[in-house]
């Protein structure tokens, strides 16, 4: 077994204190340049390109060593500003990583201006449909007039004007979730620096009965950080007897705001 291959899991640009991550294995920086890159030695039988693709189809191999990755990271960037490299980076030789730093040098400071002071904060906003059916009334003015008619109406204009409700509220469900979905995202997007917005998912990739109506990514000064999180927090108590559900997690590395490019 020959550890001849280096698995990068982030770079700083400022001496990363090895303290923090004194607790995992075999982790060195490495300083090129004006960087310092935190790596550790592997070998080939796990981490060649041919071996790393079979690897990733053992569960149990790819959470352990993607939770580790993305641990590491996050243990950096406690006490300093990082850029985060993808899970499974591998570069055959010093060499071959100096030349790559060298290379994209202007980018990866241009980014570290930009994310320094900041953090990735990840907010999913999920929507209880039966919970709003029950309290469409409350939600739609449409809705209650419908009511009103079926409350006034003979039984059999009752029975055609609730069938016909049913399918309003449906359409209004539909429109309620896409209206909240975008309040959400203005009023965290007003305490960010930046957004991305990632694909709604669909429930058999959430495990949640409830349907996703934002998936989104911020980048917050660390000075807003506080006003952020209180304000998903009043949302949430807020929200929640209506049938919005907020999972925020955070911070995290800035992978969805790093953009490397050559010089």
Partial sequence: MNNNLIYV????NSPPDMEV?????????????????II???????????????????IDWLESNAREHVAVINKVMETSSV???????????????????????????????????????????????????????????????????????????????KRKKTDLIENEIDKLCKFYGQEYFNGFEDLSESTSLNNLLPKEFTGREDTMILNAVFLVQKTKVREFVSFVEQL????????????????????????????
């Fill in 9 to 12: 899991y982030c770079l700083t």
């Fill in 21 to 37: 991550i004194k607790g995992f294995n075999a982790l060195v920086s490495l300083k090129i340049d004006d960087f310092y890159v």
């Fill in 40 to 58: 550790k030695c592997v070998d080939d039988v796990e981490f060649s390109e041919e071996n790393f693709k079979a690897k990733l189809s053992e």
């Fill in 83 to 161: 850029i985060p490299f993808k899970f499974g980076t591998i570069f055959h030789s010093e060499e071959r990583l100096s030349l790559f730093i060298s290379d994209y040098s202007l980018s990866l400071n241009e980014n570290f201006n930009y994310i320094d002071g900041k953090e990735e904060w990840a907010v999913k906003v999920f929507c209880n449909r039966q919970i709003l059916s029950e309290k469409i009334d409350e939600l739609s003015s449409e809705a209650a007039e419908l009511e009103k008619q079926i409350m006034a109406s003979s039984p059999g204009k009752a029975f055609l004007l």
């Fill in 236 to 263: 949430k108590r807020t929200n929640e007897k209506s049938g919005f559900f907020i999972d925020f997690t955070g911070p995290w590395p800035p992978f969805s705001f790093i953009s490397i490019k050559e010089k």
